[in-house]
């Protein structure tokens, strides 16, 4: 078996796996995609060290960082269910079983999307889904973010610092957001709050964003704003379906963690987007993953010798 299997290869996983190959441990990584969700990201400006880097550039020096070592990597591979016998037994959805005494899980999470006209078309081009990645490049100009959450409310208070006005859409007749989060939003004056909005197409002249339409639920009226940018806030759900009857996960689906990154079963760690560690960010995500590396390590040196 594997001493370290580290299911997900995004910046929490390619961590993990050099922390653990540094210790001499026979290491693997699976994952559906090398680079996770960097992969999609396109300028970054807040990965502390380096000015400016590219999505695609930051997942090469990952994957060169983690082929510095004997690392087995096995990309292209889902997993399906992880249980626990004498060792460790991941499944994937080609039906493949890899053995291991410890696993670190760095699945990440996704955004959700919209779904409408024009997101997919503009995502990077105004379309955006993380404030503190992307609140700086609108500075004093006008955008919205999409969702009334606490997440969108709080996306609202960082952006309106920055950009010159906010407009924010919420689907339902009600703000789920904590009240105190609700009354600084109304308190600041180039935060507005549209009710029962709901997004229908995200316009743009073909190289950016200029607008967004939406439909007022109460009148059935469409209508028209202009804008540069729309973040979108409706929730960032962790991949962590197939951990479901293994660990304990929250109701939002994030997989509990204790300080030393371990779960709710001895020997299975976890790290980055997928846990309940608060602001995804890749240095985050980086941080986390060595520390669960060293967590696993720390689980393998007290396992009785077999
Ligand atoms: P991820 O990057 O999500 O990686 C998850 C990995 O797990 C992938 O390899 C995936 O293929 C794999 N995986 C998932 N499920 C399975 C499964 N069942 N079986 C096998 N493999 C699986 N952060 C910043 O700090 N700065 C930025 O500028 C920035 N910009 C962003 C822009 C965009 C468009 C997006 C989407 C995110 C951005 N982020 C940014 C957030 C940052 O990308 C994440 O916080 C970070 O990638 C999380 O790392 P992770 O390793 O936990 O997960």
């Not at 079983?97 to 919209?114: E, N, P």
């Not at 709901?198 to 209508?223: A, C, H, P």
């Amino acid at each position: 078996p594997f001493d370290m299997l580290i299911v997900g290869g995004g910046p929490a996983g390619a961590s993990a796996a050099v922390y653990s190959a540094r210790k001499g441990l026979n290491t693997g990584v699976i994952a559906d995609r090398f680079g996770g969700q960097v992969a999609d990201t396109v300028g970054i400006e807040n990965f502390i060290s380096v000015s400016y880097t590219e999505g695609p550039k930051l997942v090469a020096s990952l994957e060169q960082h983690v082929k510095d070592y004997d690392v087995d990597i096995m990309s292209g591979q889902t997993v399906k269910s992880i249980s626990k016998k004498d060792h460790f037994e991941i499944e994937t959805d080609s039906g493949a079983i890899l053995k291991s005494k410890s696993i670190v899980v760095a699945t990440g999470a996704r955004w959700r999307k919209m779904n409408v006209p024009g997101e997919q078309q503009y995502s990077g081009k105004g379309v955006a889904y993380c404030p503190h990645c992307d609140g700086p490049l609108f500075k004093g100009k006008r955008v919205a973010v999409i969702g009334g959450g606490n997440s969108g409310i709080e996306a609202a208070i960082d952006l309106a610092n920055i950009v010159e006005h906010v407009t924010v859409l919420e689907f339902s007749d009600v703000l789920r957001a904590d009240e105190v989060l609700q009354e600084k939003a109304r308190s600041m004056s180039n935060i507005d709050i549209i009710m029962q909005a709901q997004t229908t197409e995200v316009s743009g002249n073909g190289d950016e964003v200029t607008g967004l339409q939406y439909t007022d639920r109460s009148t059935g009226d469409s209508k028209a704003i202009e804008l540069a940018g729309i973040f979108v806030q409706i929730g960032l759900v962790p991949n962590s379906e197939f951990l479901r009857d293994t660990i304990d996960l929250t109701e939002r689906g994030e997989v509990i963690v204790d300080a030393r990154g371990e779960t709710s079963l001895s020997g299975l760690y976890a790290a980055g987007d997928v846990t309940t560690v608060p602001f995804k960010q890749i240095i985050i995500a980086m941080g986390e993953g060595s520390k669960a590396a060293l967590g696993a390590f720390d689980y393998l040196m007290r396992l009785p010798q077999n």
